[in-house]
């Protein structure tokens, strides 16, 4: 199987404390902050690593998994990363954040599937940045192409995939046939959430995902990234959505600590008056 | 001037709460863009959900009925608001930012073309023209952001806009038909819904929550139930707590899970990680107990209690009883 990965580095979100609003509030401000993969898409290149290759013998590789982000030059140590947990080839369409929406993403994402013919686009959800949680759904429609969001669990069958995909109020199991778009969300890189044709339904896999020992660090620095314009995957570059104003959020005035719980019973009856 | 279509969401018969937010949304927009809201209701067998739409003030319920829509599939779904919005030269479709709204409506704005905010808190119109806030960052910002093309789409969140109460009147209901689905349709099977039964309230309409972490390991239900009886409440949990199997996922509450603003959250063996607080911090009393004084939690806490819960929370049963008892 041949996957295609879009995935998106990010402000690192456990650092998200430190983001700045630029003082007349138009812009966020990014200087600092370290960058790491959008985790959503750290975990569709785990799955589809793991889609390609016998869970139990992971060295041997079967299938092609191809990284692609749209970023400047600085995003290629994301896609090395990706490169060194065993994705084998990387492209960047380069570009600068600013210059991007979810549809422009999924425009050139189009041309790009078109090229490529990969038989799945595994991506994250949601990018953890914008939050916005519309690129696989905008590029699925774009290619005319089934669609599994939100997916939890993955089987493969025979040209076609067996999707779980959590919602409110439990679980949605969908047959796509492929090719397909699926995005995926925290707990496809559970231990049981994903299994290839190869791979024996017994198999565990270690629970999230996995790490890149140094002598596969120095070998990615080998494997082919390309770079591609923008606008040669997008001639139209124009933008659906348009941010003008940041704020930072209403802040919740520190509260006090009781000293046991016939307190905490009172001040809820009392004080708060919630009980 | 732009006319809104409220996409409502439907559940074996009935109207989602969920619905009650987007029509919340639509009210304030169609009355700051000077224009009406219509509601569209789709699915197998809706009916009777359609009809408990009329009474909430909108210039019409639209209904797609076909047994076509059992089992929801996106790619049956979204050609048919697209047929809807362009039939009705909507200029904003709307539903709210479920797992449901999330899933159809970016493929609806990937359909139209059109721009898609995602998730929004407050709409403003400045000059006749919508104005979108929205969390990003996990919360740590918000954006206000507009949309220029000719029809525009957006989910908005469920705690942010009050569920609309019925306002008297009986809109008119007119019958659509259903639009053939999207390419690539054919490839997709729906195969089951295994659904989470529960008794409890759902988490988006409860005004008391109990929500767990990693702490309560295999007790998880033990220590959290008789509390939660005992206040009426919902049941949520940590991603730790879902991850390692100790809760359903479908009660995660955070960033990527569900966003909740009860009356009153109790955190207990919850740390307060970011994607933690992302979705709870708008709630009106939190509450936190947790056994390490410095847990992020206490910076967003109104009451804090440093305790080991597996003693604190049958402490509290027992003292709320007392208090109720009074
Ligand atoms: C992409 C992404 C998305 C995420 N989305 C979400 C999300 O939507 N929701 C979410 O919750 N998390 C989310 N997370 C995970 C988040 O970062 C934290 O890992 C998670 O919230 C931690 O859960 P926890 O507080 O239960 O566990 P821990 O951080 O392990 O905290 C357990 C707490 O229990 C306390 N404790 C232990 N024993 C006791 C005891 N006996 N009595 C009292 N207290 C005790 C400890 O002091 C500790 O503070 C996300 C992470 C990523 C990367
Ligand atoms: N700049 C980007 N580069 C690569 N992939 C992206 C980019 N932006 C979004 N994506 C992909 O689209 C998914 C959803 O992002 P979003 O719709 O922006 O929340 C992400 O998880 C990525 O897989």
New binding site residues.
């Given amino acids: 199987m041949k996957i295609l990965v879009p995935l998106k580095r990010v402000a690192d979100?456990d650092n998200a404390n430190k983001i700045k609003i630029a003082p007349d509030g138009a812009k966020i401000d990014t200087t600092g902050l370290e960058w790491k993969p959008n985790?959503?898409d750290e975990y569709a290149v785990e799955a589809a690593l793991r889609l390609t290759e016998n869970g139990a013998t992971p060295k041997v590789r079967g299938g092609e998994v191809v990284v692609v982000t749209f970023g400047p030059k600085e995003a290629d140590t994301t896609l090395r990363q990706m490169l060194a947990t065993g994705a084998d080839r990387a492209v960047r369409v380069d570009t600068t954040d600013d210059a991007l929406d979810g549809s422009l993403v999924a425009r050139a994402l189009k041309a790009l599937v078109e090229r490529e013919k990969p038989d799945l686009v595994l991506m994250g959800k949601q990018a953890?940045d914008g939050d916005s949680n519309q690129v696989g759904q905008i590029l699925a429609e774009l290619l005319g192409w089934p669609m599994a969001t939100f997916a939890a669990t993955l089987q493969e069958e025979a040209g076609a995939l067996l999707v779980g995909r959590e919602v409110d109020g439990g679980v949605i199991t969908l047959r796509v046939k492929l090719p397909a778009v699926v995005t995926v969300d925290?707990r496809i890189v559970a231990p049981t959430s994903v299994y290839s044709l190869a791979t024996a339904r017994t198999h565990k896999y270690a629970d999230g995902v996995r790490f890149s020992a140094l002598p596969a660090i120095m070998a990615a620095k080998k494997k082919p990234l390309i770079e591609v314009p923008l606008a040669e995957l997008s001639p139209d570059t124009s933008l659906r959505i348009a941010y003008s104003k940041f704020e930072p959020p209403p802040v919740r005035k520190a509260g006090v600590k009781v000293p046991d719980v016939a307190v905490l019973v009172d001040k809820l009856v009392n004080e708060a008056k919630v009980l | 001037m732009a006319d809104i279509l409220v996409v409502a969401e439907l559940a074996e018969g009935k109207v989602k709460k969920t619905t009650h937010s987007a029509i919340a949304f639509a009210r304030d927009a169609a009355q700051g863009s000077g224009g009406t809201f219509s509601i569209l209701a789709l699915g197998a067998g809706v009916a009777a959900a359609a009809a408990q739409l009329t009474g909430f003030g909108a210039a019409k319920v639209i209904v797609a009925d076909d047994a076509g829509l059992a089992g929801y599939v996106c790619e049956r779904y979204a050609p048919t608001v697209v047929a809807a919005a362009k039939a009705g030269g909507f200029g904003v479709v709307v539903a709210t930012a479920s797992a449901f709204g999330k899933d159809l409506l970016a493929r609806v704005a990937g359909q139209l073309d059109a721009g898609y905010a995602a998730d929004i808190s407050q709409v403003k119109a400045e000059g006749g023209k919508l104005a979108y806030r929205r969390p990003m960052f996990a919360g740590n910002a918000y954006g206000w952001c507009s949309i220029d093309t000719a029809t525009q789409v957006v989910t908005v969140r469920q705690s942010e806009f009050s569920p609309a109460e019925p306002s008297g009147g009986a809109s008119p209901i007119e019958a659509f038909a259903v639009a053939p689905p999207c390419a690539g349709a054919e490839r997709i099977e729906f195969v089951s819904f295994e659904q989470v039964k529960s008794e409890r309230p759902e988490l988006g309409e409860a005004s008391v929550i109990v929500a767990g972490?990693?702490?309560l390991k295999e007790k998880f239900k033990d220590v959290l139930d008789p509390l939660a009886d005992l206040l009426g409440a919902a049941v949520g949990a940590?991603?730790?707590?879902c991850d390692a199997g100790y809760a359903p996922s479908d009660l995660?509450?955070?960033?990527?899970?569900k966003i909740v603003a009860p009356k009153l959250y109790l955190a207990i063996?919850?740390?307060?990680?970011i994607?933690?607080l992302a979705?709870m911090k708008g709630s009106k009393v939190i509450v936190a107990?947790?056994?390490?004084a410095d847990?992020p939690i206490y910076q967003v806490a109104d009451y804090g209690l440093v305790?080991?819960?597996?003693q604190a929370v049958p402490e509290l049963v027992t003292a709320v009883k007392a208090a109720k008892g009074a």
Avoid: C, E, Y
């Avoid at chain 2, 940590?238 to 707590?241: D, E, K, L």
């Avoid at chain 2, 995660?252 to 899970?257: D, S």
């Avoid at chain 2, 107990?289 to 390490?292: E, Y």
């Fill in positions: 979100p985790p959503f953890v925290l | 972490g990693r702490a940590s991603r730790a707590a995660q509450i955070g960033q990527t899970g063996g919850i740390s307060g990680a994607q933690h979705g107990i947790n056994k390490d847990a305790a080991d819960l597996f």
